[in-house]
Nanobody, 122 residues
């Protein structure tokens, strides 16, 4: 079992930055790949980024490449999403999730956090 809690969301102007954190409980955190997803009103939840269990591999959705960075600290059981050059279209609830296989497919994720709201004003 892995319990995930996101934090760090908020309201920011376009061009600004935010860093999301996802704290995990359980001693098996380091064995999971971790992903970030987001869901805007009226839209499906979409993949944003994923990081392997070791942190050695990352993959991003095209629209966030070069702007967002996913990282993890296994000693702190925490995964991060640094978001720079934010755009109004980045507005969504952001979720972290855990999976045994690093993937873009949300169906493969076993555990989810409750989400944190990110709002980017123009």
């Amino acid at each position: 079992q892995v319990h995930l809690v996101e934090s760090g969301g908020g309201l920011v102007q376009a061009g600004g930055s935010l860093r999301l954190s996802c704290a995990a409980s359980g001693r098996t955190f380091s064995s999971y790949a971790m992903g970030w997803f987001r869901q805007a009103p009226g839209k499906e939840r979409e993949f944003v980024a994923v990081i392997s269990w070791s942190g050695g591999s990352t993959f991003y959705e095209d629209s966030v490449k070069g702007r967002f960075t996913i990282s993890r600290d296994n000693a702190k059981n925490t995964v991060y999403l640094q978001m720079n050059s934010l755009k109004p279209e980045d507005t969504a609830v952001y979720y972290c999730a855990a999976t045994t296989i690093a993937t873009m497919s949300r169906k493969e994720y076993d555990y989810w956090g409750q989400g944190t709201q990110v709002t980017v004003s123009s």
